[in-house]
């Protein structure tokens, strides 16, 4: 698999920190450094809509139930925007410390904070409870199925929460923050500050690999649908494009090699069921990638 460029957007005037995809065909979302939401199209690749501004970084965007967009900030905000009415709904919560991550576990919304608790939300978008799960910050979150999913924190671990109610010993992998999480059959990759990314089986957390992937931070981390293969970014400007099922490089993009971005690369979305990627980063860009076999 390759990755080759098909769209620059220029468009930001700040980093980009979060994209999500859009309920409507063809599109998806941004969040950046001013506090903006914008709403792009394929169809109009230089214009963008905002959707919501803010006082604080975006820092988290995930689309959920009945075309609601749920927004976290660097300063702990949790907005909801409603597509259908193309308005916020006056539900908010102030949660303790910036909002890393959001993601539906089943009838029920888990965000990632920066104070180490996890929230749980109801499909009302009520809060339901919090769990303190660590003593640093939650950054990342796996939902594998409607029974397990994991988070990855600053105190170097990962964390199984099971509704089952099993308990599970927290994967220790890593020297560093684990900034990003992706599943990929029977594997559970790993990511962040400690520029490895670390393998481990899903279910029982036997640790499989340990790569050198990246000069720096490891961001993000996920894997292209209908295919075995798994993208890195990090704060070295690399993309990099991995065989999950053989485990070794396929693919890297650097401005070195005359394509990329100039900035660290914070955030990547699969796009079109596989068919692009998207990328985000602190030179205020994004790129629309296609994935090509």
């Not at 959001?102 to 920066?114: D, F, M, N, R, S």
């Not at 996890?118 to 409607?146: A, P, W």
Request: aromatic letters at 8%; hydrophobic letters at 45%; a negative charge.
């Amino acid at each position: 698999m390759r990755l080759e460029v098909e769209h620059k957007f220029v468009g930001p005037r700040a980093s980009i920190f979060a994209l999500e995809n859009s309920p409507k065909p063809q599109s998806f979302i941004s969040g950046d450094g001013n506090g903006l939401v914008c709403h792009w199209s394929l169809d109009d690749l230089e214009q963008a809509v905002a959707l919501a501004s803010f006082d604080a970084q975006i820092f988290s965007l995930r689309l959920c139930w009945d075309d609601i967009l749920a927004i976290g900030t660097m300063r702990g905000q949790l907005f909801f925007y409603d597509f259908s009415n193309k308005s916020l709904l006056k539900t908010a919560h102030q949660l303790k410390g910036a909002v890393f991550d959001i993601q539906i576990w089943g009838e029920e919304l888990l965000i990632a904070t920066e104070s180490g608790e996890l929230v749980y939300l109801d499909r009302e978008l009520q809060l339901k409870k919090r769990v303190l799960r660590s003593r640093k910050s939650l950054r990342c979150i796996e939902v594998v199925n409607d029974d397990l999913a994991y988070v990855g924190a600053s105190d170097h671990k990962i964390y199984a929460l099971n509704k089952s109610g099993t308990e599970r010993p927290a994967l220790d992998l890593h020297q560093n923050s684990v900034f990003a999480l992706a599943t990929f059959e029977s594997q559970l990759w790993s990511a962040g500050r400690d520029a490895q990314i670390g393998i481990s089986e899903l279910h029982t957390g036997a640790r499989i690999d340990l790569i050198a992937a990246h000069m720096y931070t490891v961001n993000d981390l996920v894997l292209i649908p209908k295919s075995e293969f798994v993208v890195s970014a990090g704060r070295d400007k690399a993309i990099k494009v991995w065989s999950a099922r053989e485990r070794k490089l396929q693919q890297v993009v650097h401005p070195d090699k005359g394509v990329g971005h100039l900035h660290s690369v914070n955030c990547l979305l699969p796009f079109s069921e596989g068919k692009f990627l998207i990328s985000g980063s602190d030179d205020r860009s994004m790129i629309l990638w296609s994935v090509n076999a």
